[in-house]
């Protein structure tokens, strides 16, 4: 599972979004352009993980009732 930063995640895709452009014609630019990385960003954040039945599965052998009061 993804368990990176989630703060340093974001950080990291706004850096790479915004090194290629070194001058931004105004503040709302960067805004907007840091908006839509943003957008792609928490897009991939609600995708599914592969093979996630498997992994529910064995944490509810090994956790038993204290998960499937979550399901």
Same mark, same amino acid.
């Given at each position: 599972?993804?368990?990176?930063? =989630? =703060? %340093?995640?974001?950080?990291?895709?706004?850096?790479?979004?915004?090194?290629?452009?070194?001058? $931004?014609?105004?503040?709302?630019?960067? %805004?907007?352009?840091?908006? $839509?990385?943003? @957008?792609?960003?928490?897009?991939?954040?609600?995708?599914?993980?592969?093979?996630? @039945?498997?992994?529910?599965?064995?944490? =509810?052998?090994?956790? @038993? %009732?204290?998960?499937?009061?979550?399901?």
């Amino acid at each position: 599972m993804y368990t990176t930063n =989630i =703060i %340093e995640g974001l950080s990291r895709q706004y850096r790479k979004v915004t090194k290629t452009k070194s001058v $931004f014609p105004s503040d709302t630019a960067l %805004e907007k352009m840091l908006h $839509f990385a943003r @957008g792609n960003v928490v897009r991939k954040w609600t995708q599914r993980y592969r093979n996630w @039945g498997q992994v529910l599965y064995q944490l =509810i052998v090994l956790y @038993g %009732e204290r998960l499937t009061w979550y399901l």
